[in-house]
């Protein structure tokens, strides 16, 4: 079992940053992903970024490349989603999720919500115009 915590979401004004957290507990990550989904009301919860833990290869959704880098730290099981140049449209509930690396998922851009098998709670980011 898995137990995930976000951190760091909050009101910004459009083009600032914010830098979300992700506290991971319960089980080594050796062989693991941790992405960052979003979703905004009435909307689906729609895929934001994934790192891989041991090799640390990372993907992007289109929207938000260039703007937003994810990362982690395996010293404090931790992950992070820097978040720069942020839009109102970025506005949601941000949400980390783990996935166990088996089978196709070693090879999978791990970009689909059925592939994380933890979530937490999620950490809402509002940016205002």
């Known amino acids: 079992q898995v137990h995930l915590v976000e951190s760091g979401g909050g009101l910004v004004q459009a083009g600032g940053s914010l830098r979300l957290s992700c506290a991971a507990s319960?089980?080594?990550?050796?062989?693991?992903?941790m992405g960052w989904f979003r979703q905004a009301p009435g909307n689906e919860r729609e895929f934001v970024a994934t790192?891989?833990?041991?090799?640390?290869?990372?993907y992007y959704a289109d929207s938000v490349k260039g703007r937003f880098t994810i990362s982690r730290d395996n010293a404090k099981n931790t992950g992070y989603l820097q978040m720069n140049s942020l839009k109102p449209e970025d506005t949601a509930l941000y949400s980390c999720?783990?996935?166990?690396?088996?089978?196709?998922?070693?090879?999978?851009?791990?970009?689909?919500?059925?592939?994380?098998?933890?979530w937490g709670q999620g950490t809402q980011v509002t940016v205002s115009s």
């Open positions: 999720a783990a996935a166990e690396l088996y089978g196709s998922r070693w090879w999978s851009s791990l970009d689909r919500v059925y592939e994380y098998d933890y």
């Open positions: 319960g089980r080594s990550f050796s062989s693991a992903a």
């Open positions: 790192i891989r833990w041991s090799g640390g290869e990372t």
